[in-house]
């Protein structure tokens, strides 16, 4: 079961805090964070009020200057557990989500807004017109800069995520072999994590094959061949925060060209992990791991998408390694190392570690090997 405590209602009042001394810096009257189902993208609503929205619900907090703190929830089948559960000062229906924000911006000159990628164009057109001399700024920023470092508390549930996340990960790989089907695999994974008392943290990455070399797929009925790669991508969340990580394996023995990639993006991971350091950037990490897949031959088969993407309230969240080259890395971060190659027609391989980083280097938080390509390597639980 879960060993690690939630995130004390303290800490969020100290979030709600700093959120505000940096409202006042950029001369903000106001902060509304949009959140929906897929309350991942983004987490602020998560962060800062404890909250996720399930099923077609929208919300959206309210963070004035001073005064309460407000959750607005377009569903009123949720609206008791928004009460029971949110970290906030109100809870209010709301069936016009941007009218209802509007009157609670009432009187405010200018509000940021984070969740922008996402938030439906029907709701901003209703604030606008409810608020036409509201002046409205892209706030992400701000949630973005006090997310990326973790706190104590938040590390040490990032941890547990991992651990389970090995579980589930230890559990789906027992199930490679000759002639299972790619969804027997994830089923397995993610039975082991919610086994744990976890949720999943997205929906599980798994596949055998040729097909791997898309580098995003489903699980389905297909039969596992011998020799052919497997990829599994799960992972847990607990207390609202992302576990994540990948392995890949073969069926049987793998093929020579098989076993180089695998090794040569093991390598990639190793290499970003010794790199990984307060004062080191994005581009230092991603530097290191494509120089050990071009060391083995492979540089043409890069594959970065991910690598590395910061873990917490989000799935994937700053630093993204393909957007935020030049950011500079801090104790306390969380971050997910993710290199890969793309072999089309033949397979697609992805390791994936989740590091904390400390004063002095990086804390490797999964428990499992990475070379666990061979199946007298795998079927351990960690």
């Known amino acids: 079961m879960i060993a690690a405590a939630p995130i004390s209602r303290g800490e969020f009042g100290e979030r709600i805090a700093r959120v505000r001394e940096r409202m006042d810096r950029l001369g903000l009257d106001a902060l509304a964070c949009y959140g929906a189902h897929v309350d991942y993208a983004p987490g602020d609503l998560r ?37 029971e559960r949110a970290v906030c000062d109100r809870v209010e229906l709301a069936s016009d989500l941007g009218r209802a924000t509007a009157e609670l911006l009432r009187g405010a000159a200018s509000t940021g807004v984070t969740g922008l990628r996402v938030l439906p164009a029907p709701l901003m057109e209703a604030l606008r017109s409810a608020a036409p001399s509201l002046r409205l700024e892209d706030a992400s920023a701000l949630t973005t800069a006090l997310r990326m470092v973790k706190s104590p508390a938040e590390v040490d549930v990032l941890s547990e995520a991992a651990r389970i996340s090995d579980l589930g990960m230890a559990a789906g790989l027992e199930a490679v072999h000759e002639g299972a089907r790619e969804i027997e695999m994830a089923a397995a994974a993610e039975q082991a994590i919610r086994a744990a008392g976890a949720e999943l943290s997205f929906t599980t990455v798994a596949g055998a094959g040729p097909r791997t070399a898309l580098g995003t797929f489903l699980p389905g009925e297909r ?52 790199a990984t350091r ?37 799935q994937h969240e700053p630093p993204y390694g393909d957007r935020d080259p030049a950011c500079e890395l801090r104790e306390g971060m969380v971050l997910c190392i993710e290199p890969g190659v793309l072999i089309p027609g033949v397979a697609g391989v992805v390791h994936e570690q989740m590091v904390a980083i400390t004063e002095t280097g990086a804390d490797v938080l999964n428990a499992l090997p990475l070379r666990m390509w061979h199946e007298n390597h795998r079927g351990q639980a960690p």
């Open 47 to 83: 962060y800062l009020a404890d909250w996720f929205c399930i099923e077609e619900e929208q919300a959206m907090l309210v963070v004035p200057a001073d005064g309460p703190v407000t959750l607005l929830s377009d569903s009123s089948a949720d609206l008791d557990r928004a009460r």
């Open 223 to 274: 039969p596992m061949q011998p020799g052919e790669a497997v990829v599994l991508d799960c992972g847990a969340r607990v207390h609202g925060y992302h576990g994540d990580m990948c392995r890949t394996v073969a069926v049987g023995d793998p093929p020579r060209a098989l076993e180089r990639a695998l090794e040569a993006v093991a390598a990639a991971v190793e290499a970003a992990i010794a």
């Open 278 to 314: 307060p004062g080191a950037t994005v581009r230092d990490l991603r530097r290191a791991a494509r120089s050990a897949v071009e060391d083995a031959g492979l540089a043409d088969a890069w594959w970065g998408e991910f690598m590395p993407h910061g873990a917490g309230t989000g």
